[in-house]
């Protein structure tokens, strides 16, 4: 069927007489705009306050708003300073490059408008915003006094080690929970966090709450009262505690837990703290998971911790029985056939979920159920209602001792970041520098170890590192690694070359 072919006609514009499509106000773009500026009476020019210490900006009248150089929320913060912006609609809108140092920050926008006869005019015009810097009550406040502050979130954990503080510490730098501190203190067995504000610290419990379980107590004391005008002035004192299950630990649970979870164990292994406690049964392969509330309802304790971890040597690996997945984890289950290293001629055979990564030859970290030492009720009265008796070893890792006594004093490939912390010997007790470095050797260890401890925080490139000593993950030989893929590279300029952009820029 044949169709006509619509083509779209052409007038003269009004004006200068240029072919143009028609439009009701029969005029050309360049004669409209010369007839109408949509942008009249709009702000072309507007000064907002930055604070340098905080790096927030103030949204009038008292709130201040945190926002990197030319992110989205900076360019959010700016528009919405704007009046009159709802005369016409905003159809784009981009930063303009300006020198991070010269107080200025331009934006361009694209606005549309109806015009003469209802004609639709685009226009684009920059918008030129005026930083000034002024400190932030906070901010203010602290360099009056930097004692003066409002909140404080008093960190604990009844353990031996600080395993757990380095790896939190690691998780807090990776979502900068504390970036609103203003100061930090390291004590024994935990860390105090100082906030200026009260919302600051109930933000930082409720990140913590994600993370690790624990559980708080909120105190108050009083500061000031006006008495005209009726106003309080508090400090508060928050007291988080957190559970004192670790990783790697072994746990007998109560009766009444262990029926609850559906008769596990009760001789089980904590796998992994996060909100959660993953605990698994060794000797079936079943695993259970236990939230803050529930922990802390029966408030059972480790009945051996990694500070009591054995060094076996393993002879013979069977076959495994059985596999299991928990948290991404893959374990089997096997016969294996060990020994302790002060006792070589005394072997035994003990069941283990690690069949997937030992062999013969190998050594493992395990607890030695029958000489150890344990104070712990629930293990008490699980030894005597035993027929069999317990097991006479439980092993926990693989061991990589040899493996990493090649490697010593050499550097890693990756590094950490660490919180700009003080350490207080006023309270608490001294803080045992030597020790702290073994545990924290410890927990570099660990990273290496397990890549899902290592998922969820950030690890950089060492700059001492020598690439042609590279190794990716283990191969049956050496040490596990962390992989370059995983690092991140840190940028970091000193000071000569930025004196050198400078002199160039300068040429330019």
Sequence with gaps: MFKVQQTIGSVLCCKCGVPMPPNAANMCVNCLRSEVDITEGLQKSIQIFYCPECGCY???????????????????FCIKRLKNLNKVKLKNAEFVWTEPHSKRIKIKLTVQAEVLNGAVLEQSYPVEYTVRDNLCESCSRFQANPDQWVASVQLRQHVSHRRTFFYLEQLILRHDAASRAIRIQQVDQGIDFFFGNKSHANSFIEFLRKVVPIEYRQDQQLVSHDVKSSLYNYKYTYSVKICPICREDLICLPSKVASGLGNLGPLVVCTKVSDNI?????????????????????????????????????????????????????????YVQIARESDLGNMFYVQTHLGHILKSGD???????????????????????????????????????????????????????????????????????????????????????????????SLYKNKDYQESETASMTDGEGAPTVPIEELLAELELSEEEEEGDDEEDMDE
Excluded: H
């Excluded at 079943?286 to 009945?303: K, N, V």
């Design 58 to 76: 103030l949204q009038p009248p008292k709130t201040w708003i945190k926002a990197q150089w030319e992110s989205k929320e900076l360019l959010t």
């Design 278 to 334: 993953t605990i698994l049964d060794p000797r079936t392969l079943r695993c259970a998971f236990l939230d803050a509330r529930q922990y802390f309802r029966s408030g059972f304790r480790s009945a051996l911790t990694s500070r009591q971890l054995v060094k076996y040597f393993v002879f013979d690996v069977e076959e495994p029985v059985g596999e299991a997945t928990v948290g991404g984890q893959k374990y089997a289950l096997s």
């Design 363 to 457: 050594q493992a970290l395990g607890y030695d159920i029958y000489g150890a030492n344990v104070n712990d009720d629930e293990m008490e009265k699980y030894r005597l209602s035993v027929k069999n008796g317990l097991p006479e070893a439980i092993l926990i890792k693989k061991c990589y001792d040899e493996q990493r006594e090649r490697k010593r004093g050499k550097p890693r490939a990756f590094t950490t970041k660490k919180l700009p912390m003080e350490m207080d010997e006023s309270r608490g007790g001294r803080v045992d520098p030597e020790k702290m470095e073994n545990e924290y050797e410890e927990f570099l260890r660990d990273l290496e170890e397990n890549p899902e401890l290592r998922f969820n925080i």
